[in-house]
């Protein structure tokens, strides 16, 4: 069964008769995931027979013609599971120009870049069409999903804050580049907004511009410009939304008078955005003047709902909201007022994995239904471990790795992938819990990063841990008028004892007692128990809260950036050990306090 191929014939992803085609597939193929996953398996390894990697383990062992079950276990027998770092070596000849087949029969020749953000380091992945067809295909089914729902008008548009990073040649001439940004470049790009019938309102210059801060203000403008066709607002990680608005509340008034005289901002000095840009733009004095008193109206109430008031047709807001995008939802929220935010889907630039069924169900509760034609995954059950005090700093006990089809609601898993493009059997290193089933799939709730774990000695706090307690932080926060715009930790081990460090960036004056007691109060929720003997017992120190000057996010964001990270893919790491960043929120920590629990 190809996946894209079935779909381009069949499926539509808009309202309409050929709605049913591509939910109906998504129905047979969730219905038989286990077979189809065999299935999946047989076709990767058939069409990948003979790899250089695959040799390794496969000797010269005749493949053809065998039983999908039997070849399953086979697999699963003779390859070992292997991590980024295992696969680095094999990526790097065919990025060095190897042209031999070393991961995949069909020569590579696009390499993606992760964003880097959650572990500090970009990854170089293969890419492939497949890569393309299955983000066409996960847009469709979830666009299917969504307009059930949220029914969108044919031929509307999309305003939405996508950016590509700069594509680079390896030193074997290879494209590089991050996911999002071949995607935007692709064939499939097109398609998805012909078959959605929905399209963006920007031009691929202001997507690609490479600057972010001139693109994010050419996509604002040209959403205003297009603002009663505007259907909904999206982006792919929800931060780039909040970032966003963020310049809205600083450029609005430029914007307008660029709406007024049908110009472009003297800030916007890429030529091929500004032509790209100007060839759209004409002058619209009326509907300046109607942004302006929307605009002079809500800033007084500090934005909140100024999305549905600039774009009445909007329906809802849609990107990726869930893991490390949670900490936006409530300026989120602000902005979009009561539109509906719906969490877009779940996937990696290493493959796609879940689609998101329920689209009307808040952010919070939404979990991801795998897509079983897509990869073939497998689960290793994850258990947090027992607290032994004499352990090192073990977090998570492993069990063997199972199929999709014997995953258990509740439990813990982190994701193996065999793609494609060439990666088998390689940890994702994301942690997911079975939230239920959709016919045979299991639907996923992200968790965290697996290594994102902030540790001192014995305690073990995931990104997840972390938020909650950030969470019950800035509610008191909220109360005195202060809003959190950011933030990330860092567990300190340079002096003994080690202790946890969290920045904040904070929007508005509060007292010093306040962030005192805010410092304390996230200091005692933390209630992983090895933290809470060690700070018992004190060996782990008080927590300590850096306030960072306003703008030490966006530095970071700029570092990131800077290094080849694209817009589109970026996510404020929660916890860093990086030194250049420790380096920028150091530099930037305006305000110390240390928590006074347990003392
Ligand atoms: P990257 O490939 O660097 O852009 O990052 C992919 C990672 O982003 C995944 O492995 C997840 O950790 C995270 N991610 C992607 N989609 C979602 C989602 N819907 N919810 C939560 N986290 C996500």
Redesign the pocket.
Known sequence: MEPAQAMTSNGNGNGGGHEYDIISWFETVSRNAAAVQRETLARILHLNYGVEYLKKWFGDMEIQGMDSCALESLYTSLVPLASHADFEPFIQRIADGDTAPILTQQPITTLSL?????EGRQ?LVPFTRHSSQTTLQICRLAASYRSRVYPIRDGGRILEFIYSSKQFKTKGGLTAG???THYYASEEFKIKQQKTKCFTCSPHEVISGGDYKQSTYCHLLLGLFFSDQVEFIAST?AYSIVQAFASFEEQWGELCSDIKDGTLSSTITQPRMRKAVLDIVSPNPCLASQIEAICRESRTSHWYGIIPKLWPNAKYVYS??????QPYLKKLRHYAASLPLV????????SW?GV?LDPCLPPEDVS?AVMPTFAYFEFIPLYRQKQDLTSGTVDFMENVPVPLSQVKLGQEYEIILTTFTGLYRYR???VVEVAGFHNGTPKLN?IC?KNLILTVNIDKNTEKDLQIVVERGSQLLSKHGAELVDFTSHANVVYQPGHYMIYWEIKGDVEERVLSECCRLMDASFVDHGYVVSRRTNSIGPLELCIVETGTFKKILDYFIGNGAALS?F?TPRCTSNQMLLRILNLCTIKRFRSTAYS
């Open positions: 992760s964003s880097g953000t959650t990854k991050t996911a999002t990680f990726i909201m869930t893991g490390s995008m969490s877009a889907d779940y996937g990696s630039t290493e994995i998101n991801f994702l290193g994301d992200f990063r893919q996510k």
